[in-house]
């Protein structure tokens, strides 16, 4: 598997967690989670940019990147309980969406056949499509349940002619039979879209969305218990899908495509937020 390396900024590994060559099976076996880098932001329909988003979540931390982020509050180092390992990124040419996207399945297909668990490091929402689909392919096709933190629906059909973007992974792993609509859970949609054309889409497809108005009014613990119970019901394995731009864009102005609401009330669309 070919890595970027040093491509968007020093090759360093998750909170110098170990480094592991994904083509080293006895490696790979022993692994019970694998940090995977998906830099790609040719799927973005507004700023680009998050190709660097693996390198910056790994760099972020200030403290001793020494593999080891004890829990005061579990009383538990998931870094050294768990066996963690970071495999670099997937080398994901943002230009050529439908050869990035095959290579990082055949990635995440691979280590979930291993019985490791991928956290993706993104990139744009674009990877949720091949990252459920690798899932799928080695856990059992139909039998993966999502839960999709997001202020969009991303149940898109087309933008710009294509069929691939940021916009459509939920619909295309629905289409696909990746994923049962019925297993598939949405939290946290607030603001302008989608119209009505997509909202019967997914209507159809008994997808079940906890829009910010009903979060706000029920509370979002009860939602949430409800969420994870659909999601687990008749599947085999959950996949768990989060956009930062379902936080308060005060908490991450500089995402691509943010959704700037207070409890999905009001309604505004900032195409140049600071950053
Ligand atoms: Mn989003």
């Not at 900024?9 to 790979?28: M, Q, R, S, Y």
């Not at 059992?140 to 629906?153: C, S």
Request: charged share 20%; glycine share 12%; aromatic share 8%.
């Amino acid at each position: 598997m070919t890595r970027y390396g040093a491509q968007f900024g020093p090759n360093i590994t998750f909170l110098g967690i170990p480094a592991i060559d994904v083509d080293d099976a006895k490696a790979l076996a022993a692994a019970d989670v694998v940090i995977v880098g998906a830099p790609f932001d040719g799927g973005t329909s507004f700023r680009a940019g998050a190709r660097f988003g693996p390198s910056a979540i790994r760099g972020t931390d200030y403290l001793p990147h020494d593999g080891s982020r004890p829990s005061l509050a579990m009383r538990t180092d998931g870094l050294k309980e768990l066996n963690v390992v970071d495999m670099g990124d997937v080398e994901m040419f943002s230009g050529d969406a439908k050869t990035a996207c095959e290579s990082l399945e055949k990635v995440i297909e691979k280590i979930s056949n291993a019985n490791a668990i991928p956290i993706v490091l993104g990139g744009d929402h674009t990877i949720t499509w091949p990252d459920v689909t690798g899932v799928a392919k080695a856990r059992g096709w139909g039998k993966v349940g999502v839960i999709h933190f997001d202020a969009h629906a991303d149940t898109g059909d087309i933008t710009f002619g294509s069929l691939i973007g940021h916009g459509h992974p939920m619909r295309q792993l629905i289409e696909s039979g990746a994923c049962r609509g019925d297993r598939f859970i949405q939290i946290g949609l607030r603001g302008y879209w989608p119209e009505a054309e997509t909202l019967k889409w997914m209507s159809d497809q008994k997808m079940r969305s906890y829009e910010m108005t009903e979060i706000t009014a029920r509370g979002f613990e009860i939602c949430l218990d409800e969420a994870i119970k659909l999601a687990m019901t008749d599947c085999d394995a959950i996949f768990l899908s989060v956009d930062v731009d379902v936080v308060d864009p005060g908490s991450a102005p500089g995402t691509g495509t943010t959704c700037a609401t207070r409890n999905g009330c009001g309604d505004w669309f900032a195409p140049f937020p600071p950053c």
